[in-house]
């Protein structure tokens, strides 16, 4: 009877004691939470297996000269939907006013808080942005996107590969 009782004190004692552990927090969750600004985009353009620029000089016959004039209009378009701010929360929400357009909804880290995955509120699809860097002032964001535009008529899938450096705000 003593050794069951003994038992029984033992596994209340463990029980008890994973009770209280809080899972530890990982650096990149703590450098995550807070404003974030964007301060730097790079982007590459490709259509099929060629570059924008490439694509739009051999199939679609535009000079050089345009074809690098659009494919810079085309990183001022992506660069404004990328200014403001975003807030990551200790809840796992953020908010977010982006190209004048604000957006909330959920975040977590995935695949050893390597990967971002965001879902915007009332949305079934989730983006997942690769963290290239983390740290209590900088985050880099690695992420790729469709951009459609129309030629005569004919409406193009641009794949984007987007680099985009965030500063935290103070």
């Known amino acids: ?3 069951i009782k003994y038992l029984y004190f033992l596994l209340f004692v463990i029980f008890a004691a994973s009770c209280n552990k809080e899972e530890p927090v990982s650096a990149t969750y703590q450098n995550l939470i807070g404003i974030w600004e964007p301060s730097s985009l790079s982007i590459g353009a ?9 694509y739009l000089v051999d199939d679609l016959g535009i000079s050089q000269g345009r074809a690098d004039s659009l494919a810079q209009d085309l990183v001022n378009i ?10 990551y929360k200790t809840d796992g929400t953020y908010d977010a006013v982006l190209g004048g357009d604000s957006e909330a909804g959920t975040w ?7 990967v ?42 641009v794949a984007i590969n987007h680099e985009l450096t965030l500063d935290k705000q103070v």
């Open 78 to 87: 992506i660069a404004v939907g990328l200014t403001g701010t975003i807030e």
């Open 1 to 3: 009877m003593k050794n």
């Open 46 to 54: 490709s259509i099929g297996n060629k570059s924008f620029v490439q």
């Open 108 to 114: 977590q880290l995935i695949n050893s808080d390597q």
């Open 116 to 157: 971002l995955v965001m879902t915007e509120n009332g949305s079934t699809e989730s983006q997942e942005l690769e963290i290239k860097t983390i740290s209590s002032s900088t985050l880099v964001l690695e992420f790729d996107d469709i951009f459609i535009i129309v030629a005569d008529g004919t409406e193009i899938d």
